[in-house]
């Protein structure tokens, strides 16, 4: 069963930033939250991964609350690109291989 | 970041034919491969796990004679869709590790098999 609990679904205006929340209050110590990303049609994307700290790349930034328990997905200028269904999975950090289990997700619809 | 292949992206079959799916690591190697399922406005739902060079584990429910999968190399993964009916009809994606990169995982562009 997925770990995370996110909103089923969420619009943003072309141009704003979309924040886009996830619940894991169960999450443990050593257990890292990841955000991936699916197009309509494609495989899903990795976004990004965080621990602790605030982490940000190319394609977004990612928010973690002191407590863990929470965390916020921050597309800085969303774009049309970006609709999609993005995925919030906690993960432990030394998982080797074992696969991802989604949850539902939330559906981003971007709006011109 | 790591490539994953997969091919073909579109399948239409008759009912009681069988179907191959190819996933390839482009430029990693993968001793263990993942293969998803995803019905229409549904999320992901694991299948199968593929081990390189041994028999793949399949997840609770899913038929492992209907849903053949193969890993003769590291950089191969198949899953071949056994007499295939239309219930079968889905979108399949398939996932690997690479291990340079972490614990990330990538994923091939899926297949939409249509049974008709």
């Known amino acids: 069963d997925a770990k995370t609990t996110q909103p089923p679904s969420m619009d943003c205006a072309e141009g704003r930033a979309a924040n886009l929340p996830c619940n894991h209050s169960?999450?443990?110590?050593?257990?890292?939250v990841y955000w991936y990303r699916q197009i309509h049609s494609q495989g899903p994307q990795y976004i990004i991964h965080?621990?602790?700290n605030n982490e940000t790349n190319e394609m977004a930034s990612l928010i973690i609350t002191e407590d863990r328990k929470s965390s916020t997905l921050i597309l800085p200028h969303a774009t049309l690109r970006d609709t999609a269904v993005y995925y919030c999975?906690?993960?432990?950090?030394?998982?080797?291989?074992?696969?991802?289990?989604f949850g539902k997700g939330t559906r981003l619809s971007v709006i011109a | 970041g790591a490539v994953v292949s997969q091919h073909p992206s579109r399948v239409i079959c008759k009912s009681g034919t069988s179907v191959k799916i190819e996933c390839r690591s482009l430029?990693?190697?993968?001793?263990?491969m993942f293969w998803y399922r995803q019905f229409p406005k549904k999320s992901l739902m694991l299948m199968a796990t593929?081990?390189?060079?041994?028999?793949?584990?399949?997840e609770q429910g899913v038929e492992k004679d209907k849903f053949l999968i193969n890993h003769a190399s590291l950089t191969l993964s198949t899953l071949t869709v056994t007499s295939a009916h239309p219930e079968d009809s889905s979108f399949y994606i398939c996932?690997?590790?690479?291990?340079?990169?972490?614990?990330?995982?990538?994923f091939g562009s899926g297949t939409q098999l249509s049974v008709l």
């Open positions: 999975i906690v993960r432990d950090a030394n998982s080797g291989n074992t696969p991802l289990v």
């Open positions: 593929s081990n390189e060079g041994s028999k793949a584990t399949y």
């Open positions: 430029d990693f190697q993968a001793t263990t």
């Open positions: 965080g621990l602790k």
């Open positions: 169960t999450i443990s110590g050593n257990e890292y």
């Open positions: 996932s690997a590790r690479d291990q340079g990169a972490g614990e990330k995982l990538f």
